[in-house]
Each structure stands twice: as C-alpha cells, then as structure tokens.
C-alpha cells in the first residue's frame, strides 16, 4: 500500500512539474471557468468540439497542485474523444472519487487519473480534484457546446 501511494504521487507530481495541457487554445467552441472557493482553485477550461467529439482541450489558471494535476491528467484523457464518451469518463472518475466504485479493472480507462484515488482520503482536498471534472461536465450539461 505504502509503495502503490508512492506511485501515485509521483503521478501527480509529475502532472504538475510538466502541464503539458495548461496554454490557451486558439479556436475553441467551449470555454467554461471552475473557482473552488474553499482552496482558492480558478481554472478556466477550453475545448474545441467539431462532430461531437473533443479535437482539442486546454486549460489556464492557477491552484493547488491537486487541482493542476487534476486538470493536466483529465485533459489527456478527454482529447480525441466524443463528448459522450468523454462524460462517461468523467462520471466514472467522480464515482471513483465518491468510492462508489474501487474496482482496479473498471478504472483502469482512467489511465493517470487513477493516482487521485486515495484523495477520497482527504476530504479538504476532493474539491480541489474533481474541479476540472465539474467543470467539463457542467459545461456540456448547460449546452454551451456547439
Ligand atoms: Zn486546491
């Protein structure tokens, strides 16, 4: 178990020495800002649909270095899929989150996004991972995506 947290945090420390998703997009049909107030998280969330599925996604802001690697790992992810795909995943990562579900083979999809696993731990920190998430996800949810 010790060794498995060691891991994950190297994870996420290196999401956040190398966000390789963190720049502004130059076309996008998506932009949607997330603010969680009790950390000081503000991310701001950019993504180019075309057909439905993510072609591009970005993301600028600041934060803690949760709220960053959460952003950079969820991006990865999401790119070069449908938009109803992507959600799917991201209610599989909030589920992940809620430990609704644990099983390792039904996350593995979640590729990077598994190393925030044990922030269900933390409860001070779950807001800071799942920021990026809501943020994709109330973004589809109010249509602002063409
Ligand atoms: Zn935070």
Redesign the pocket.
Known sequence: MEAMNELYSDIILEHNQHQENKRLLKIYTMEERGH?P????DITLQANIRDGVIVDAAYTGH?????QASADIMIDIIKGKSVKEALRLVDLFLEMIKRNITDEDQLEELEDAIALKNISNMPA?V??AV?AWHTLKEAVERGEIQ
């Not at 009790?38 to 998280?41: M, Q």
């Not at 934060?63 to 709220?67: E, K, L, Q, R, V």
């Open positions: 969680n009790s950390c000081g998280d934060g803690c270095a949760i709220s920190r807001k800071c920021l």
